[in-house]
């Protein structure tokens, strides 16, 4: 992953990202060498350093009368990264509690392309128990690493999994989930008629999600009490009527 992509992906704007790269190989500057290095508007690049130095990635010292910047320790992102999570983890239980006021209410939200999708598994790492009708095959096919990690997971936090599969799934993806998850992970195989399915069915909590694994990939994640409770039947007598 490239300096710029990565530091835009934990939340440096592009000017910011910049002039942290700038000093970073650069070492000590003025703002105005900064601003006709990067070629930044000298009022703007006040702006800039104020900001990276509130989130701590550069220092401000005082030389000859004149103000000069340098980097801090790059270790620094890393607690500018805790920092948030601390945020977060303060305005969770009033974020919660607004959501719950909602909770009856059917929520549809939809994900595109194999990054959401992974959005949607790791929201899935708060059940207890997930139930799935899926291609275990085809899932790990969009990327094997996250998955296998993924799986170990869901084995970390003993989250029991309950998953109809065609046979070309219980070959191997199904038989490599059970190595890692044991008595977590139980499956049943559909009758060998049945092609390889391209979807994947997933309840959990008060959630349904139905995706589809063959471009495009996409997912349809519904929160609703009462069309999970129905769903849940549909699985329970497909799950009964399937030999174990």
């Known amino acids: 992953m490239k300096l710029d992509e990565g530091l835009k992906n934990i939340g440096l704007k592009g ?7 700038y000093l970073l190989e650069n070492g000590v500057s003025t703002p105005p060498q900064i601003a006709k290095s990067t070629k930044i508007a000298r009022t703007n690049t006040y702006h800039i350093v104020r900001a990276l130095e509130e989130k701590g990635l550069i220092e401000q010292h005082k030389k000859r009368k004149r103000f000069v910047y340098l ?35 059917p929520s549809i939200r939809f994900f ?31 990327d094997p690493k996250f998955f296998t990690s993924y799986t170990k997971l869901m084995k970390h936090r003993n989250i029991m999994f309950q998953d109809i599969l065609s046979h070309p799934s219980g070959e191997k993806t199904a038989k490599d989930t059970r190595a890692i998850m044991g008595s977590l992970y139980n499956y049943k195989l559909l009758p060998s008629q049945y092609e390889e399915l391209a979807t994947n069915f997933l309840i959990w909590n008060d959630n349904v999600v139905l995706m589809t694994l063959e471009e495009p990939v996409f997912g349809t994640l519904i929160t ?4 999970v409770a129905t769903f849940r039947v549909i699985f329970e007598i497909i799950w009964g009527v399937i030999p174990s």
């Open 15 to 21: 000017s910011e990202i910049k002039v942290y790269l």
């Open 112 to 142: 595109e392309g194999t990054e959401q999708i992974k959005e949607i598994f790791m929201q899935m790492l708060e059940a207890e128990e997930i139930l799935g009708i899926a291609s275990t095959k085809k899932l790990f096919e969009l």
């Open 224 to 227: 609703n009490k009462n069309l």
């Open 71 to 105: 980097p801090t320790d790059p270790a620094a992102l890393l607690r500018t990264l805790e920092r948030r999570r601390e945020i977060v983890e303060q305005l969770l239980p009033d974020l919660r509690a607004l959501h719950k006021i909602q909770k009856n209410k």
